[in-house]
Every structure is written in structure tokens, then in C-alpha cells.
């Protein structure tokens, strides 16, 4: 089996028996590798203040992508190719690495000999002799024009589906605000307090999803929400509204919250939202007598799930009261939002009531 070419250099070399053939067959073998190659290979000299670098080789690939021949480019500044729209903070990182024999690598946009653009991407590395001087650099290149090309339409397509998206979050808030305003405007309106406190619980809903809407449309991603700030500033509303709407109902309710600042997408997070509002709206109406209490919110993420917990100190399930043939609309109303983000739960009485629910954060 014959010996590959370099490993017969080296055999020689050891032996300080280099001869000429082999020489040349190596140099015909790595010539004919750049010049094969459809990546750009320039190599220039190494002057001793950067800038005024000349060009000694070039490939095929570099003549055929920037229109310029060797005769043509050899003993010219590499900037001979740089323009207007060649990124200067680029080039000043290019000279500060190169300057200190450091590898560089960059991106900007080169011209062509007819003056027209191409994207360039590369990597500049010095060549040393054996005594470790740097003689010459050489500079590997690749025309990612196409790709860059490419990028710029993704981007335009992704910011004009974002502006879409903010639109239609701001048409949404805005009918949502209309028909909070409306269910409120009929909440004074109306004489009796079973008609407001229907009317609230309405309200507390479309406030709940309109709060959503508000942090998402305030949101660069738009994809997801931070639960802790949305939650938070859920129960602030819930507990503005329990106190302006039922102010002759049971006592104050005090809330202990403990919320992970873990990013939920719209999807699930609008659900859940309701849910917590259909839990502390029952608390409020059935849980505590006139001295009040507390409801607990804990909400973390643990192996990809997320799970929710709450309670509230109050007197509790009635014994004779079956969770599962109850018609309340807010039972109802928690089944089927559980269901919708494929949530296992449980609700039960232990010294209050206590919820429990988790699912697969982002399944």
C-alpha cells in the first residue's frame, strides 16, 4: 500500500533525507487542494504595521467570487475589496487581532471588481517560520451572500407577523376593556347584589384574560409571559374588585404568594389565569366568615411540569356536598380549563380547601 505523501515528508524529514521529488509532489498536492477548494484562500505578507498588508496568493475560488484575476489582485491591499458597506467596527477587530498574532474571525460585506456586494464570511490566521516570526497571513473566506440573503427575509417575515400579532393583541384589549366597562357600568347600575355579584364574576373573568393580553402586547417575544408578575397582578385586580363590589361581604382576604418567575406561553397560561380566578372568587364567596382569612398561591416548575397549589384557611368543602355532580358554573368552569392544557388536579377539604394541579409545561 503506497505511503500518503505527507507521512513520507515527515519519514524524510526525520531521517534529514528531504529530497527534491517529494518536495514538489507535496507542493503539487496542496496547491491543487486550494485551488480545488470552494472556499477563498488569500495570503498576504506581514508588514510590520498592519494595514499595508499586500497580497502574494490567491485561489481559483477568490478570482471566480470577487470577478478580480491574479494578475489583477497580487501586490494589491486587501482593502482594495472593502467599500461603504464594509462594517468598520469588523475591520477594527480584524486589525486588533491581527496585530497581536491572534486568530480572527468576522462578517461584513466585501465588493466585487464591477463594485456590486457579496457577504463575506472568514477567518484570518499568521503563518510562522521556524523561528516563530510571522512572515505572512492567510485568510480562508466563504460568499455567504445567499445565506445572508436568506436571514434577512426570515426577519422580515418573523417582524411583520410580530407587528400582526401586537395588532391583534391591541384589538383584542381594547374589546375586552369595552365589555369590562360595560359589565361594570351594569354592575352600578343594577339594585341587586345577586346581579352584581354575577356580573363581577363575569368581570373578573374578561379582566383575567384581558390582563394576559395586556403583558403579551407589552412583550418583545410575544410568545410566552413571566407568570409571576401576571399573577400578581391578577390578584392585586381580584382583590380591588372583591373590595369595591362586595364590600359588606365576609372579611378582608390577605393572599400569601409564592410564584416562580417561570415563562409560560399564552396557550396555557390563559387557562390557568381563569383557574386561579375561579378559585379565589369561590374562596371569597364561600370560604371565610366575617373575620376573614388567607389564600395561598404556590406555583413552581419541577421536571418539566408545572404545578399550582391552592389553598385558603376557611371552613372548607360542606360534607354533604359532591365535587363531582356539583352544577356550580365555576366547578364547571375549572373542569373544563383543566382539560384544555391537560391537567391532572384534585380538590379537597383539609383544614380549608385545598387545590392541586399540574401538567407538562410545554407540551
Known amino acids: 500500500m503506497a505511503k500518503d505523501v505527507f507521512e513520507e515528508f515527515r519519514e524524510k524529514q526525520l531521517t534529514k533525507d528531504v529530497s527534491q521529488s517529494v518536495d514538489q509532489r507535496i507542493a503539487k498536492t496542496l496547491i491543487k487542494a486550494i485551488e480545488t477548494t470552494k472556499e477563498m484562500v488569500v495570503v498576504t505578507d506581514a508588514p510590520e ?204 382576604i390577605g393572599f400569601d404568594l409564592e410564584i416562580e418567575p417561570i415563562s409560560l406561553n399564552m396557550r396555557k397560561a390563559v387557562p390557568l389565569g381563569l383557574i386561579i380566578n375561579e378559585l379565589v372568587s369561590n374562596a371569597h364567596k364561600h370560604a371565610f366568615e366575617d373575620n376573614g382569612g388567607t389564600v395561598s398561591i404556590r406555583c413552581y416548575e419541577e421536571d418539566d411540569h408545572l404545578f399550582l397549589k391552592v389553598t385558603d384557611n376557611g371552613k372548607g368543602i360542606p360534607d354533604n356536598m359532591d365535587i363531582q355532580e356539583n352544577d356550580s358554573l365555576g366547578l364547571k368552569l375549572i373542569e373544563t380549563l383543566t382539560q384544555q392544557i391537560d391537567a391532572e388536579y384534585r380538590l379537597y377539604s383539609e383544614n380549608g380547601t385545598h387545590f392541586e394541579m399540574n401538567f407538562k409545561k410545554d407540551a
Open 49 to 252: 504595521t498592519i494595514g499595508e498588508e499586500k497580497i502574494v496568493f490567491v485561489n481559483s475560488a477568490f478570482e471566480k467570487v470577487t470577478q478580480y484575476s491574479k494578475e489583477e489582485i497580487l501586490g494589491k491591499s486587501p482593502t482594495i475589496l472593502q467599500g461603504p458597506k464594509t462594517n468598520q467596527e469588523t475591520i477594527k477587530d480584524l486589525v486588533e487581532k491581527v496585530s497581536n498574532g491572534e486568530h480572527f474571525e468576522g462578517e461584513t460585506f466585501n465588493y466585487k471588481k464591477d463594485g456590486s456586494t457579496y457577504r463575506v464570511r472568514w477567518s484570518i490566521d499568521p503563518i510562522r517560520d521556524d523561528e516563530g516570526e510571522i512572515t505572512h497571513f492567510v485568510s480562508v473566506q466563504r460568499d455567504v451572500t445567499k445565506e445572508w440573503e436568506q436571514q434577512q427575509k426570515l426577519k422580515e417575515i418573523i417582524d411583520e407577523r410580530e407587528m400582526l400579532i401586537k395588532e391583534t393583541h391591541h384589538r383584542i384589549k381594547n374589546n375586552l376593556a369595552t365589555i369590562t366597562g360595560m359589565l361594570e357600568l351594569q354592575i352600578i347600575k343594577s339594585n341587586s347584589e345577586d346581579v352584581q355579584e354575577v356580573l363581577s364574576e363575569s368581570m373578573n373573568r374578561v379582566q383575567s384574560i384581558a390582563s394576559i393580553h395586556e403583558k403579551l402586547y407589552k412583550t418583545e417575544g410575544l410568545a410566552s409571559i413571566a407568570l409571576n408578575v401576571y399573577i400578581e397582578d391578577l390578584i392585586e385586580h381580584l382583590q380591588n374588585s372583591m373590595e369595591t363590589i362586595n364590600s359588606s361581604g365576609p372579611g378582608k
